[in-house]
């Protein structure tokens, strides 16, 4: 059809999500219900396998994390919830190897959420998905950014058919140090027989050319891995991450393809991986390819992954989220977990027949109180006539107070040793609201992106 009018489309953050919530009735559950029907469409990012755990197997063993698993009927509640499409590329979705990444999409597509990001091959992660409505087409292109070789989808070639795996965008990191340090480096990398230059490089010895201010670390039980330990002489200290050229290269080719094909278009880039500790703003590449995507045809790109909202650039007229934060925070409740998940958390796996789920510590981000892990923020575009008009923040908590001490106001469980918090979405009330807000205009302004507190919502001014 010809390119519609008006677009609303709704963007909801990270869903770890385990438990079932349709029975839920309470006013500021049911208006976000409300707010997620009401658009043309609504795009979450699933952060979970979904699957039978009696049919399914961890994939590895030195994972320091949560082994990401819940029920497949948890597709047919994000799909009641109002969710029709969902990024699915993320750090867990092999969790649960080929097997747990197959019965993700089954469940999902059982449940009719589009899904994007892994498949069966290379070909099928990294190709757009479509969603069909009364105004158009919409298509979402998912990648992932910070899995292991393993789990990178693989095209199939000759006899060989392709490996299941993810849609990536490989990362290349090079560490700047001043000469005086990089002479260090060099003679202690000598010594213990483990220095690269571009002398002897090349392939077979690793998947990046060297320059000659460059050289690489081949760390004992990593020396057939490629492009780790990069250093660069340099003028002062910095970690620089740039878009691997063939994967930005083939994921811009699937957005200018989904441009061509579809009247909307979105990208959802997830990034577990930072430039150091984890901030406020977005490692250089992301926002490299932030601009890439919208320039190639995206409307709306969106980024997830360090469980956190972060700002908000207008980027030649279309929104660049940079931090979706989460949507659902129910981790703390998996209720099938690995051995392995025990052992790293450093539980003593000699006494499994006593190791419980409850266990703790057992999950990653929930060792103290975050002020961002537990909110985020409905995000309600507008287009007419493909450009943007209208940007809302509906302020969502997931049980806890938006404040650095972060205290449970919705709990499940008896047990005061670990309170554990709820983890379901309902619109945040007008104090914690404005809290949410108020940290996106702080964060969006370093981009020029003035974002105003009105009755409770975030509104991001858009240049008419």
Not at 153 to 182: C, F, Q, S
Request: net charge negative; glycine share 10%.
């Amino acid at each position: 059809m010809s390119q519609p009018l008006d677009w609303s489309i709704a963007i909801a953050g990270e869903c770890m999500v385990t438990r079932p919530f349709s029975m839920y009735r309470e006013e500021r559950f049911t208006a976000l219900r409300d707010l997620l029907h009401e658009s043309d469409v609504t795009y979450a990012h699933l952060e979970m396998n979904l699957g039978d755990h009696r049919e399914l197997h961890p994939a590895r063993g030195d994972w320091f994390g949560s082994f990401m698993l819940a029920e497949a009927e948890l597709a047919d509640q994000l799909r009641w919830l109002g969710v029709d499409v969902v990024s699915a590329a993320n750090n867990h979705s092999l969790d649960f190897g080929e097997q747990g990444l197959a019965a993700t999409l089954a469940s999902c597509r059982g449940a009719g959420l589009a899904t994007a990001g892994t498949g069966q091959d290379l070909d099928e992660a990294r190709r757009p998905v479509y969603v069909e409505t009364p105004q158009g087409r919409l298509a979402l292109v998912s990648l992932s950014s910070g899995n292991r070789p393993h789990e990178w989808a693989g095209r199939p070639k000759g006899t060989m058919v392709g490996r299941p795996g993810i849609n990536p965008l490989r990362v290349d990191w090079t560490y700047h140090v001043p000469r005086d340090t990089a002479e260090q480096l060099k003679a202690a990398a000598r010594g213990l027989g483990i220095l690269r230059t571009h002398e002897n490089c090349g392939p077979g010895k690793t998947g990046r050319v060297l320059a000659e201010d460059e050289f690489q670390y081949t760390l004992p039980g990593g020396q057939s891995a490629s492009g780790e330990l990069v250093f660069k002489e340099a003028d002062e200290f910095q970690i620089l991450s740039e878009c691997h050229p063939g994967d930005l290269e083939g994921n811009l080719r699937s957005i200018r393809s989904a441009a061509a094909l579809a009247d909307v278009v979105m990208v959802a880039h997830h990034f577990n991986v930072s430039e150091g500790a984890r901030g406020d703003r977005p490692p250089r590449f992301v926002r490299e390819f932030a601009h890439r995507a919208i320039e190639a045809g995206a409307d709306i790109f969106v980024g997830h992954g360090w469980h956190k909202t972060m700002g908000i650039e207008i980027h030649q007229g279309k929104p660049i989220f940079y931090g979706l934060g989460n949507f659902f925070a129910q981790s703390e409740f998996l209720d099938h977990v690995p051995s392995d998940a025990y052992e790293t958390w450093g539980h003593d796996i000699d006494r499994l027949p006593t190791l419980t789920p409850d266990m703790w510590p057992l999950h990653p981000g929930l060792d103290g109180p975050s002020e961002t892990w537990w909110s985020s923020a409905v995000i309600k575009v507008h287009l007419t006539e493909g450009r943007l008009t209208d940007v809302t923040l509906h302020p969502v908590e997931m049980g806890r107070e938006v404040t650095k001490e972060a205290k449970i106001t919705r709990s499940t469980g008896k047990s005061a040793k670990h309170p554990l918090t709820e983890g379901r979405p309902v619109l945040a009330d007008q104090v914690n609201g404005a809290r949410v807000v108020e940290r996106y205009q702080q964060l969006s302004a370093e981009y020029g992106t003035v974002v105003e507190l009105e009755g409770g919502v975030g509104r991001v001014r858009v240049d008419s």
